[in-house]
T-cell receptor, first 112, second 115 residues
Framework: QKEVEQDPGPLSVPEGAIVSLNCTYSNSAFQYFMWYRQYSRKGPELLMYTYSSGNKEDGRFTAQVDKSSKYISLFIRDSQPSDSATYLCAMSAKQAGTALIFGKGTTLSVSS | GAGVSQSPRYKVAKRGQDVALRCDPISGHVSLFWYQQALGQGPEFLTYFQNEAQLDKSGLPSDRFFAERPEGSVSTLKIQRTQQEDSAVYLC?????????????FGNGTRLTVT
């Protein structure tokens, strides 16, 4: 079993839908949780960063962490065609100078 | 350009050839990471530099992989005697310092194909 599990999809939704993306993990030492967005043939870009449990909201994006269930989520409200990309969860046990463990990524397609 | 720059964007190598992949991080960024991304997978950590010091190379898959950052800026990832399983996108990322809330800025990667 990999340390981080993420359903690769693909996930197809109509414009305006609410999208829910999820990851589960096995390492209880993980404390730092991130979501990256990766467009085709581009590098990942950081969308959301969360420390420990709780929610964080940034515009149309909300990140949730439930450490008791070892489960993290990213919600996208009012999805747009420009949100079509691969979404990668990433996490780490330590803050500084350490490797992130990434999920496989979920490919999202938003149709207009 | 203000971003992380990687070259070449694409590299085709015959099995057994040596390759060198270059990363120009954002000016002033202390931390530099190399990741390997196979098709349909998330990036996997290879190695980490803080300035010129290689602090973690635990992700390098074999002794055929070597990375350096001699002056604390540009970094080179070298793969000797390439094998087909080395085919992947190699991503470089930099950050102002190593803390996770200092965002990692990724380059667009070098796509290596070993034939």
């Amino acid at each position: 079993q990999k340390e981080v599990e993420q359903d690769p999809g693909p996930l197809s939704v109509p414009e305006g839908a609410i999208v829910s993306l999820n990851c589960t993990y096995s390492n209880s030492a993980f404390q730092y949780f991130m979501w990256y967005r990766q467009y085709s043939r581009k590098g990942p870009e950081l969308l959301m960063y969360t420390y420990s449990s709780g929610n964080k909201e940034d515009g149309r994006f909300t990140a949730q962490v439930d450490k008791s269930s070892k489960y993290i989520s990213l919600f996208i409200r009012d999805s747009q065609p420009s949100d079509s990309a691969t979404y990668l969860c990433a996490m780490s046990a330590k803050q500084a100078g350490t490797a992130l463990i990434f999920g496989k990524g979920t490919t999202l397609s938003v149709s207009s | 350009g203000a971003g992380v720059s990687q070259s070449p964007r694409y590299k085709v190598a015959k099995r057994g050839q040596d390759v060198a992949l270059r990363c120009d991080p954002i000016s002033g960024h202390v931390s530099l990471f190399w990741y390997q991304q196979a098709l349909g997978q998330g990036p996997e950590f290879l190695t980490y530099f803080q300035n010129e010091a290689q602090l973690d190379k635990s992700g390098l898959p074999s002794d055929r992989f070597f990375a350096e950052r001699p002056e604390g800026s540009v970094s080179t990832l070298k793969i000797q005697r390439t094998q087909q399983e080395d085919s992947a996108v190699y991503l470089c990322a930099s950050s102002f310092h190593g803390a996770l809330n200092s965002p990692l800025h990724f380059g667009n990667g070098t796509r290596l194909t070993v034939t």
